[in-house]
């Protein structure tokens, strides 16, 4: 019997975008002690259920997206640990209603307001860190991502984010 675990599906940006966000995110972790992550926009996250399983929902899904772009906006900070330090993403139509289109595929209900972001880092920090990390970084990061596929992820809240690791690449509009 197949095991049931938590799962995420995630943007993650290919290319130079994924190499100058990666050495960015890992810059701070270093820096501060914190955990190095993959860079990434959540579309959901605590997915649950057998691999085989949503590996097929996931097949499905990718299937009915078109290829398409998001924009980068502001870093941000809040209080959440998986939040402390992000770029906010643009709503746009094409990633709201590829949020929607997973919740519905995956069947999830009752989630909470989706604010798409892609974390920078991970952990508590005081307020008055957080906004000197802001302003020591500057823009230094891509205004735009092309978003050609969707990632099933092996993540759970309850792990260590160094042990996260991605199951199945899913190419968009195939």
Same mark, same amino acid.
């Given at each position: 019997?197949e095991q049931?675990?938590?799962?995420?599906?995630?943007?993650?940006?290919?290319?130079?975008?994924?190499?100058?966000?990666?050495?960015?995110?890992?810059?701070i972790?270093?820096?501060y002690?914190?955990?190095?992550?993959?860079?990434?926009?959540?579309?959901?996250?605590?997915?649950? %259920?057998?691999? @085989?399983?949503?590996?097929?929902? %996931?097949?499905? =899904?990718?299937?009915?997206?078109?290829?398409?772009?998001?924009?980068?906006?502001?870093?941000?900070?809040?209080?959440?640990?998986?939040?402390? =330090?992000?770029?906010?993403?643009?709503?746009?139509?094409?990633?709201?209603?590829?949020?929607?289109?997973?919740?519905?595929?995956? @069947?999830?209900? @009752?989630?909470?307001?989706?604010?798409?972001?892609?974390? =920078?880092?991970? %952990?508590? =920090?005081?307020?008055?860190?957080?906004?000197?990390?802001?302003?020591?970084? %500057?823009?230094?990061?891509?205004?735009?991502?092309?978003?050609?596929?969707?990632?099933?992820?092996?993540?759970?809240?309850?792990?260590d984010?160094?042990?996260?690791?991605?199951?199945?690449?899913?190419?968009?509009?195939?």
């Amino acid at each position: 019997m197949e095991q049931i675990r938590d799962y995420a599906l995630w943007i993650i940006p290919d290319g130079e975008t994924f190499r100058d966000l990666k050495k960015r995110i890992d810059l701070i972790s270093c820096m501060y002690s914190t955990p190095s992550f993959i860079p990434h926009i959540t579309i959901l996250g605590r997915v649950t %259920g057998s691999e @085989n399983t949503l590996i097929s929902k %996931g097949i499905c =899904l990718s299937s009915i997206i078109r290829p398409f772009h998001i924009s980068l906006t502001t870093i941000e900070y809040s209080d959440e640990y998986f939040r402390c =330090l992000f770029i906010k993403s643009e709503r746009s139509k094409e990633l709201i209603n590829l949020h929607k289109k997973t919740k519905t595929i995956f @069947n999830i209900k @009752n989630r909470k307001y989706y604010m798409p972001h892609m974390s =920078l880092m991970y %952990g508590n =920090l005081p307020f008055h860190l957080k906004k000197k990390i802001i302003s020591d970084m %500057g823009k230094g990061y891509p205004e735009h991502i092309a978003i050609k596929s969707i990632h099933l992820v092996s993540a759970s809240v309850e792990t260590d984010p160094t042990t996260w690791h991605n199951v199945k690449e899913f190419p968009l509009g195939h």
